[in-house]
């Protein structure tokens, strides 16, 4: 039995394509597309919540604050906090280099006898006391298998060049010098070996005007004060004490030796 529809209907049913795998691919992306804008259509037509203003989820709190019982974003230290015990040794920091990729690092420390040495951490510094962290302003020691810190020292005054001069013997450079206020010059040792061959010199919040005033540069390393070869800035404030004034100074800048004469307050 064969079923026979009206003419009209027979002649439409032959004008349409047949259906084949691909074609049948075809539609059903064409119907995932369609649905696809009707959900955007839906979204874009509707509030956030049909029922209700939408509400941000409640913060946990008690997360929150154990989190920070057990972090201390001043002093940075592990654990649930406490008090940082300072180290009775007779060492000062000078510097630090804090590597924070690999753990290590290494620091400036002047030993009881006045040198300064660079220790990395692991080195002993001194018998029973080694080196175990560096910190952005501080160092840990292991003595004994306690931890101990000793931090920059950032307790000395404002440094400047220079004493007043009188105005009436005061000649332009000098002049120029007294009337610079509140000049400063950052003196920082230059390591070589682990130990240091000089003292770097850098402008302070005058924007260098006390480096030009005392003949410096920025990056002038001083080598030599008075004929004496730089070892530790102990040695150079104790050189330059003890001969008030204008001081003869040799200056490494960028390789070449330059001979000065001026004055400096270490």
């Known amino acids: 039995m064969r079923l026979r529809f009206h003419p009209p209907a027979e002649r439409l049913l032959r004008r349409l394509p047949s259906l084949t795998a691909l074609s049948a691919v075809e539609l059903l992306l064409l119907t995932l597309i369609a649905v696809q804008v009707a959900r955007l259509a839906w979204i874009v037509a509707t509030p956030v919540d049909p ?26 230290l592990p ?3 406490g008090a940082a015990v300072v180290s009775s040794l007779v060492l000062k920091l000078y510097g630090v280099r804090e590597d924070r990729a690999t753990g290590r690092g290494s620091a400036i420390i002047a030993l009881p006898d006045g040198n300064q040495r660079s220790f990395a951490v692991g080195e002993e510094i001194v018998p029973g006391a080694t080196l175990a962290e560096v910190g952005f302003d501080s160092a840990t020691i292991n003595r004994n298998g306690i931890a101990e810190q000793i931090f920059l020292d950032q307790s000395r005054p404002a440094q ?19 009337a610079a206020p509140n000049p400063q010059i950052g003196f920082q040792p230059r390591m070589s070996g682990g130990r ?36 530790s800035l102990d040695q150079a404030r104790t050189i330059v004490q003890r001969a008030p004034g204008e001081v ?8 070449r030796a330059v001979a000065l004469r001026t004055s400096l307050d270490l």
């Open 51 to 76: 029922v209700g203003n939408w509400r941000a989820p409640a913060a946990h709190a008690p997360a929150f604050d154990s989190v920070l019982a057990e972090f201390d974003p001043f002093f940075r």
């Open 79 to 81: 654990g649930a906090g």
């Open 160 to 178: 400047t060049v220079g004493p007043a001069v009188p105005a009436a013997t005061a000649g332009p450079a000098q002049t120029a010098r007294r």
């Open 196 to 231: 240091v061959n000089g003292i770097s010199v850098s402008a302070g919040i005058d924007g260098g005007y006390a480096l030009r005033a005392a003949g410096l540069m920025p990056g002038d390393v001083i080598v030599s004060i008075n004929g004496h070869r730089i070892e």
């Open 248 to 255: 003869s100074v040799i200056v490494d800048r960028g390789g």
